[in-house]
């Protein structure tokens, strides 16, 4: 393997842990459903802009996943493992963009070099 897979490895890992601990741990019940909201849905939005398609994918969907799992709600499951790896999908083309405008202002920031005010 080489050091930029390992490291998207390690981020998907990273970002599946941050989406379970999320979803499980930080849920706040809603009345009268039986369900839960929960801060993991930002998460999953995030592994799709860091991570791009298929690591963001998987970190997206396994983390939620698990959460669903071991959460006693093993029905739902494959339907979050789905759906949380298509949400992540629209925010991949957000990242895209984002992390080409980094890339655009850092090599400007090296051609110019350091402003001064």
Known sequence: MTDTKISRLSLGALFASLVFIGTFILKIPTPGTGGYIHPGDALV???G??????????AAAVGSALADI???????????????????????P???????????????HRAHGRRRH
Not at 97 to 105: D, G, T, Y
């Open 94 to 108: 957000c990242g895209n963009r984002f992390q080409e405008a980094c890339e655009n202002a850092l090599a400007e």
């Open 45 to 47: 939005i995030l592994s």
């Open 49 to 58: 802009v860091f991570l791009g398609p298929n690591y963001g994918f998987l």
């Open 70 to 92: 071991l959460g006693g709600y093993v029905f739902y499951a494959p339907i979050t493992f789905a759906v949380k790896g298509c949400q992540r999908m629209h925010c991949t």
